[in-house]
């Protein structure tokens, strides 16, 4: 996706260790104007699919799944990182390890809102190793849900994530896909044809 290939080049900061920031328009502050194009352009890529339900994990999977959802026109679940108050209900629940944070950590839905009709389109805002997105299938797998396809915003194709979840038979589309992260340079894969 051209804008935000642009995007990401303008206002995108190297950090060593290969991470990325941009918090000025995804992950901390967020361009209400790019995320509803990026929600339309996923939306177009898996409207064929008949998606139910878009699904993503706290806080950052949000603003771009919110507009999938919305182009889509379905419900948008995210997962919860720690159980909130009035989660008393029968919980869907994995455990996610973050190589970068080395924690692992348990990821919930509640039952309720994920049925074995339900058709998902998982959403992120990064894909790295991979852990966050297998979390997400494995929930929608407790619900006898399909995963229909991946959306992810920016994919680290340096590291491993996506050559995983093909592994496992997902269908992944990346808006932005990193080749390299080196001192104040991004360079990018081809981008991917939808
Ligand atoms: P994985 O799910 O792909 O295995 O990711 P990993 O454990 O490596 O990453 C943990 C967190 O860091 C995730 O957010 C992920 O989205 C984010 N992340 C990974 N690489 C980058 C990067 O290069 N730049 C930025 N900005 N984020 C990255 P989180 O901390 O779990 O969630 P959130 O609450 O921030 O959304
Ligand atoms: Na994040
Ligand atoms: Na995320």
Do not use: W, Y
């Amino acid at each position: 996706m051209e804008e935000l290939i642009t995007r990401i080049q303008i206002d995108g900061q190297v950090l060593d260790e290969g991470v990325l920031k941009v918090d000025s328009f995804l992950t901390h502050q967020v361009d209400p104007q790019l995320m509803a194009k990026i929600g339309e352009t996923f939306a177009t890529a898996f409207k064929e699919q008949g998606i139910t339900k878009v699904v993503t994990i706290e806080a950052s999977g949000i603003a771009p799944a919110i507009f999938a959802a919305q182009s889509l026109r379905v419900p948008m679940i995210f997962a919860r990182k720690s159980k909130s108050l009035t989660m008393n209900e029968e919980l869907l629940s994995a455990s996610v390890h973050s190589f970068t944070k080395q924690v692992t950590s348990q990821v919930s839905i509640s039952r309720k809102f994920l049925t074995s009709q339900d058709k998902v389109l998982i959403i992120d805002d990064f894909l790295a190793n991979g852990q966050a997105a297998k979390g997400l299938v494995e929930l929608c797998q407790q619900a006898g849900s399909q995963v229909c396809g991946i959306g992810i915003v920016i994919e680290k194709s340096f590291q491993e994530g996506r050559q995983l979840l093909e592994e496992l038979n997902l269908s992944v589309l990346s808006l932005a896909r990193v080749a390299t992260l080196s001192e104040g340079d991004v360079t990018f894969l081809k981008e991917e044809s939808q």
